[in-house]
């Protein structure tokens, strides 16, 4: 069992930095087994990439694939075998032989980038461009492993809650596109710092990368830690670009409904389906089969999202009930309504030394306590670092001992997980409150 990254005799590229984040070299060791993380370009796998990761996993490591919450996969369980992992990895073009290269590669995009019919733009071009720059530029490879941009076009398929060092909105003022952006933070309640035209939009990502490594000192690793040294209306001022900073860029604010993540999904043309596994896990059956679904009934590609569901795309509206029946007997998610498709949790005590609880196994029996009033979404974290969600969820269940948690409400006044509602519950207990109404949980 692995119990530091690949060393340059394992590698079949260069040794990447120390970090620990996984990534497709850097095999982090777990309490479960090593993980290595597949960083997919905009969430885009292709069928024959899911056969490989699928036999990937079973053959180097225990069969545990993980969607991630920003559109990429895990494997989780590694043995010694890194070498042969990753050069199967490679050959099935999930990643570059640069591993500086592959560590930068954070854009996330909306899972229907080019197909939601709400669109402003298609934003593969400009993602495809950024994630280019990113992969070859030897000097942006020295942004930390986390350092994240996104690019949202305006589709309704889309998360705009997780932070990001640098976010890009697209907008539109007279017959013109921009591209609005904001710096440690979301389009969901980010500050517009200004809009450069669509065009500009790669030469921002440039400039504003080439201006965090000017300033940046080695304690300042993410965006927002230098925002805390330099101001960012200095760091815009700075840019070496005509940035707009008019009111009508500066009162933007990109507003959302709730999207709809699951079941049929609208495209352009045709439509799409939202599949999850239940608590981001697939096993290779799982994977497999949607790869087969993919080619059979679709385009012969899925997307990753960041909700850890997968996202089928160009799927005739008559073969729609077809792929949710064998995707549903596979063991995946299919409908919103379903009590799993509301919670997520981390890996758990199995797979974390950190963890003081079992998660994955306790948010199966806290989903069969909840009625259709609790909160939109219930995260279980075993401890307080709570990696595996990039924002606050509605409803966290903060481990504190083997089946007993404390309970939070995202309050946007209070820091953290939120407004403490319940201390050292059992599940019973979580779940008779989450399925009272908000205003009487201070009761």
């Known amino acids: 069992m692995p119990d530091t990254p690949l060393t340059q005799a394992d590698a079949p590229a260069v ?60 494997i989780r369980g590694i043995g010694n075998a890194h070498h042969a992992l990753v050069e199967t990895l490679l050959a099935a073009g999930l990643g570059p ?38 992969e070859s530029t030897p000097r942006f490879h020295q942004l930390s492993a986390k350092f994240a941009v996104q690019l949202d076009a305006g589709e309704a398929l889309v998360m705009l809650e997780h932070p990001h060092d640098l976010w890009l909105s697209a907008l539109r003022l007279g017959q013109q596109t921009w591209l609005a952006f904001g710096l440690a933070g979301c389009p969901a309640d980010g500050q517009v710092l200004g809009a450069v035209p669509l065009a500009d939009g790669l030469a921002l990502v440039r400039a504003v990368l080439d201006r965090f490594l000017d300033l940046a000192s080695p304690a300042h690793s993410r965006m927002r830690q230098l925002l805390e040294a330099y101001p960012a209306g200095e760091f815009v001022e700075g840019l070496p670009l005509d940035i707009r900073r008019d009111a009508a860029v500066l009162g933007w604010r990109r507003h959302q409904p709730a999207p709809v993540w699951l079941g049929k999904l609208p495209q352009a043309r045709g439509l799409a389906l939202g599949v999850a596994p239940a608590q981001g896990r697939l096993t290779p059956a799982m994977l497999r089969g949607v790869a087969q679904v993919c080619r059979e009934l679709g385009d012969g590609s899925l997307r990753l999202s960041p909700w850890q569901s997968l996202v089928l795309t160009n799927l005739p509206a008559q073969h729609i009930e077809q792929a949710q029946a064998g995707l549903s007997a596979l063991g995946l998610l299919c409908h919103v309504d379903e009590p799993l498709a509301r919670i997520s949790a981390c890996t758990g005590s199995s797979g974390c030394a950190k963890a003081l609880g079992e998660t994955k196994g306790d948010a199966v029996a806290l989903a069969a306590l909840l009625g259709p009033g609790a909160p939109g979404s219930v995260h279980l974290s075993g401890c307080p670092r709570s990696c595996a969600v990039a924002h606050v969820a509605p409803a966290t269940l903060l481990a504190r001992s083997p089946g007993r948690y404390d309970l939070y409400l995202r309050d946007a006044c209070q820091p953290g997980f939120g407004a403490l509602r319940g201390t050292d519950l059992t599940l019973n207990e979580a779940g008779a409150m989450l399925d009272l109404p908000t205003e009487h949980l201070d009761d």
Not at 22 to 37: E, F, K, N, Q, T
């Open 97 to 134: 032989r640069d591993a500086a290269g592959d560590d930068v590669r954070n854009l996330m995009l909306s899972p229907l980038a080019g197909h939601d019919p709400a669109m402003l733009l298609d934003a593969r071009p400009l993602a495809g461009q950024i994630l280019d720059l990113l």
């Open 15 to 74: 040794t990447p930095r120390p970090s620990a984040c996984p990534g497709l070299w850097r095999i982090v060791s777990a309490r479960d087994g090593g993980i290595c993380r597949i960083k997919l370009p905009g969430g885009l796998l292709l069928a024959d990439q899911a056969d490989a990761v699928a036999a990937a996993a079973e053959r180097f490591a225990g069969g545990v694939i993980e969607a991630t919450n920003r559109g990429n996969l895990q």
